[in-house]
C-alpha cells in the first residue's frame, strides 16, 4: 500500500460541510475496503485562508482513492503519491 494525497479547493465551505466531507470520505473508505478493495484515510489538513483541503489515504492506487471520492462525491484537483513523515508516537 502507498500513501496518496488529494487535494481540493473548497471554497465557501462551511466547517459543518468540512466535517460531513471528512465523514463521507471515512465511511466510503470503509465500504469500500468491506467490498474488497483496501482504502484507508488517514487524515486531512485545511488551511482556511487558501480554502484548501488535503486529505491522506492508504490504497494500493490513486484509480482506488478516486474511485472512492468519486462515489463520497467529493471534489478533487488532483490525486499524487506522497510520504507521509508523521513520528511515531
Known sequence: MAVYM??????GITMTALAGAQQAAIATAQQFTADG????YIRSTFVPGESRCMCLFDAQSAEDVQ??????????TRIVEALDLTPAS
Open 6 to 11: 488529494v487535494e481540493r479547493n473548497l471554497a
Open 37 to 40: 478493495t483496501a482504502v484507508r
Open 67 to 76: 474511485k472512492v471520492n468519486e462515489a463520497a462525491k467529493l471534489p478533487f
